[in-house]
């Protein structure tokens, strides 16, 4: 059988799940040196009761998968949720669409209206592979001008990776970094082969030995809420919330928005930003191009 490029998404995340296992973790018995790290294929098929051959046709690409043995792979890998619902995206054989063409999202005039709106409170648009469509005064005041990078190299995870003021701005650099990817890649999961998402990993894999190995881990997360620690270098130190809102007028678009809780060091942080921000006289920047 010819081997399915959706499929084999499915199989190289399997390979790097069951890695991730040791036999303890499992109940199994230790089964003496191992050449590579992780569970065995074996081990794995026993253990979801189904063939060896069988599981070995499914990390090559080359079988399709049945609700019943994704939901038994799924517990002998020990997914999570997030996981789970990437493992059955990259197997819904049935629901298969080939590549969407790859436009760069456009944003409507009301959004951006509603972000300029928002005049104390940063925030942006990113589309599934990370790229930043639109933004508001304080988005650009707290992370960096973003109007002044080329519009083909404005991904947040190229920024992320290529800005050394970006690492300087999250007190967690790596740990922003590595769910950065993990979410990049469970938005792209239903777009195997996207042109686009190709070509930004296979430029960022070359620069920087971090992203080749996180990237290759095959770690997945959706965009939800969460608090980050920026290091801001006009405003010093921000404990921020961040929630992700999906735009209905368009699924692939999701607002980043950045809150503070109220009489707090950051929330008056993030008023001191907005005045900063509303004069031209201040360029203030977050993390400079």
Request: net charge neutral; aromatic share 8%; proline share 8%.
């Amino acid at each position: 059988m010819k081997r399915d490029p959706h499929r084999n998404d499915l199989g190289e995340f399997l390979k790097a799940r069951r890695a991730e296992l040791t036999p303890a973790d499992v109940g199994l018995p230790d089964g003496g040196p191992r050449r590579v790290a992780g569970l065995r294929r074996e081990e794995v098929a026993v253990l979801a009761a189904i063939s060896t051959d069988y599981y070995s046709r499914l990390e090559q690409g080359r079988m399709p998968a049945s609700p019943a043995v994704l939901a038994s792979l799924a517990q002998v890998l020990r997914l999570d949720n997030d996981q789970r619902a990437y493992l059955y995206e990259l197997a819904a054989k049935d629901d298969y669409r080939p590549p969407r063409p790859a436009p760069r999202p456009r944003v409507q005039a009301q959004l951006q209206r509603m972000l300029d709106d928002m005049a104390h409170t940063p925030a942006f648009v990113i589309g599934p592979r990370t790229e930043v469509v639109a933004w508001n005064a304080m988005g650009a005041a707290l992370i960096t001008d973003f109007a002044r990078i080329p519009e083909q190299q404005r991904y947040y995870i190229r920024l992320l990776i290529t800005d050394p003021a970006m690492r300087e701005l999250y007190a967690d650099w790596e740990g922003v970094t590595r769910l950065a990817i993990a979410q990049m890649r469970m938005h792209n999961a239903n777009n195997p082969g996207d042109a686009k998402l190709a070509e930004l990993v296979g430029e960022l894999s070359v620069q920087d030995a971090q992203f080749r190995q996180w990237w290759a881990a095959h770690h997945v997360a959706t965009r939800g809420t969460g608090t980050k620690h920026l290091r801001h270098p006009a405003v010093g130190d921000l404990y921020l919330d961040w929630n992700a809102v999906t735009w209905a007028a368009d699924p692939d678009l999701q607002i980043i928005v950045w809150t503070a809780e109220p009489a707090t060091p950051t929330h008056d942080g993030l008023r001191l930003l907005a005045t900063w921000a509303a004069d031209p006289a201040h360029a203030v920047s977050g993390s400079p191009s």
